[in-house]
């Protein structure tokens, strides 16, 4: 679904409504590159933990929320692939709030990576193969 501007127009993308894009879904800004008002900003997205489609076109806000749908248990790492294209600003998300299917999770951080996210457990971990 693009979504389209005329030039000086002031782009706000559903204010503290997220925006949930599916696993092989892209979200995609279709606005020319002399858009006034430059790309819309994204601070409130929810994604699968099976996979997050693809982000086109979009800066990411400085601080957000992230809400991840059917998130592990506490103590599990889980490795989300999205694509960010033409998108400023996608290592805000390191910064942002994490959701589990909506209840706010403060032992974990995000991981921006070039080609996905990754929720992790805070803390020291050893992982022995």
């Known amino acids: 679904w693009p979504l ?3 030039s000086g127009r002031t782009w706000t993308v559903m204010p503290n409504t997220p925006v949930r894009i599916g696993s092989g879904a892209t979200l995609r800004a279709d606005i020319s590159a002399d858009e006034a008002a430059g790309a819309p900003v994204l601070s409130d997205i929810t994604v699968s933990s099976a996979g997050g489609g693809t982000i086109d076109g979009f800066a990411f806000a400085a601080s957000g929320t992230i809400n991840v749908e059917n998130l592990p248990g ?11 294209t033409n998108s400023t600003g ?3 998300m390191s910064s942002w709030t994490i959701q589990g299917d909506g209840a706010e999770v403060s032992n974990r951080r995000l991981v921006v990576r070039s080609n996905g996210i990754a929720v992790v457990p805070i803390g020291f971990s050893v992982i022995i193969r």
């Not at 506490?74 to 960010?84: D, G, H, K, R």
């Open 74 to 84: 506490a103590a599990s790492s889980v490795y989300i692939p999205m694509t960010f």
């Open 4 to 6: 389209q501007g005329d």
């Open 90 to 92: 996608v290592a805000n």
